[in-house]
């Protein structure tokens, strides 16, 4: 049985490296969508 602090403490580390791994996940996707418009663009002249 984990203490209320260390429950607390994993709990707190989870949320933050979930909101770390899906805001990365968001920017590399935006990036991309981006990097692929700007190619459509130039292939278009």
């Known amino acids: 049985m984990l ?3 260390k429950q607390l403490k994993y709990g707190l580390v ?3 490296s979930v909101s770390i791994l899906l805001t990365g996940g968001v920017i590399i996707y935006l ?3 981006s990097q692929q ?3 459509n663009l130039l292939q278009q002249h």
């Open 3 to 5: 203490s209320i602090a």
């Open 37 to 39: 418009k700007q190619i």
């Open 14 to 16: 989870s949320i933050v």
């Open 31 to 33: 990036g991309f969508r």
